[in-house]
């Protein structure tokens, strides 16, 4: 079955440092994957995705994610946290061997809620 | 563009009562998928539309059910309301023939069960 995991409920990182949030991910194919940021109250906003290619993909707001195959892990980073960064950041895989083309399962994971401190 | 539409934004229910929440999708995208959001259990997908057939389903009960118009806009209706029920209800939308394609996501419906 496929699955994501965030290990992490928190990560607090202070302004200016690098920052990471981390996924690991379980599918029978290759894997679509994605990262969303929520905001309170919000809905999700799309930030980057890794489809095939450079295993180094660049999103928003400086945002970037390192697709590792061997790892099954595609972790978020930005070189340099902003207070603005705080936010609820959700890894999500899709698995398109399955689903007959259907574009709009995705499993996400639990979340991992960023607090960037000034 | 406007994005996502879903309305209500807030809503209060009673258990037993019955609910609809309507989504009005990015124009021109073909798809439109359901989530369910709670603290306990994340986010959980419901269903899709495309071109106003159901292309998959989540695993819910079926007191759950959705539609998709013509228009693409699309509307899921939560009967005989539990408790558990209470949740954000997002809506998103895709183009819906893109390998690959990221979905697009509303605010969410914010439904509150008494």
Known sequence: AQSVAQPEDQVNVAE?????????????GNPYLFWYVQYPNRG???????????NLVKGSYGFEAEFNKSQTSFHLKKPSALVSDSALYFCAVRDPSNYGGSQ????????????VKP | KAGVTQTPRYLIKTRGQQVTLSCSPISGHRSVSWYQQTPG????????YFSETQRNKGNFPGRFSGRQFSNSR????????????????LCASSPG???????????GSRLTVL
């Open chain 2, 74 to 89: 699309s509307e899921m209706n939560v009967s005989t309301l539990e408790l558990g029920d209470s949740a954000l209800y």
């Open chain 1, 16 to 28: 200016g440092n690098p920052l990471t949030v981390k996924c690991t991910y379980s599918v029978s």
């Open chain 1, 104 to 115: 709009g399962n995705l499993i996400f994971g639990k979340g991992t809620k960023l607090s």
């Open chain 2, 97 to 107: 023939q893109v390998v690959g394609g990221e979905l697009f996501f509303g605010e």
């Open chain 2, 41 to 48: 259990q994340g986010l959980q997908f419901l269903f899709e």
């Open chain 1, 44 to 54: 999700l906003q799309f930030l980057l995705k890794y489809i095939t290619g450079d």
